[in-house]
């Protein structure tokens, strides 16, 4: 409950138009809710809104494009390396720079694409790239893994046509 309280201090000094609501005022607001074990419940007033992600990056996108950037689609088959030894402070071992990357394009071809820096961007499939490019194994540099696997997520829809209506605070 303290929590919530102090969210909610913290939200309207910011100028967010949030209300603490007991069980009782939550029940006369939204008399379908059950209320049975509920302590005390924040609302927001207004400019509750929604985030689309997708919208976002495809926007990012077509900027880039707009700019010269060339998307490429293909899955990435395995990293190239060259050697150095011109580490600064450390002349004695030889490392491994990532200097291209091997895809297989959606029609079977192989396309080999030669870089200075390399961001890793696959998404959920991160870990597993960034694997093909030697993080997480052996030592040196990129002795660390990427922490990213897939994870299943479910997206559940309900059809309720006698529902609460647009008031609904979800």
């Known amino acids: 409950v303290q929590r919530i309280i102090e969210n909610v201090k913290l939200q309207t000094s ?15 607001k939204f008399p379908w809710l059950n209320t049975e074990d509920v302590a005390i419940a924040s609302h ?3 400019n509750e ?10 926007a990012f996108k077509r900027k880039a494009i707009y700019l010269g950037v060339e998307f490429l689609h293909g899955e990435v088959t395995k990293f190239g390396f060259d050697e150095d030894n011109e580490v600064i402070g450390d002349d004695s ?4 720079n990532l200097r291209r990357v091997f895809l297989k394009l959606p029609d079977g071809t192989q396309k080999s694409i030669n870089f200075a820096i390399c961001i890793i961007a696959a ?17 040196g540099p990129r002795v660390a893994p990427l922490p990213v696997v897939p994870r299943k997520r479910y997206v559940h829809v309900v059809h309720c046509p006698e529902g609460p209506g647009m008031n609904t605070p979800l």
């Not at 910011?14 to 006369?28: C, D």
């Open 14 to 28: 910011l100028g967010a138009k949030v209300e603490l609501l007991s069980p009782e005022k939550l029940k006369v």
């Open 44 to 46: 927001g007033l207004e």
């Open 49 to 58: 809104g929604w985030f689309d992600p997708w919208s976002l990056l495809q």
């Open 93 to 96: 071992t030889k490392y491994e």
């Open 123 to 139: 998404g959920a499939m991160s870990g597993q790239v960034a694997r093909l490019a030697g993080m997480g194994i052996g030592t």
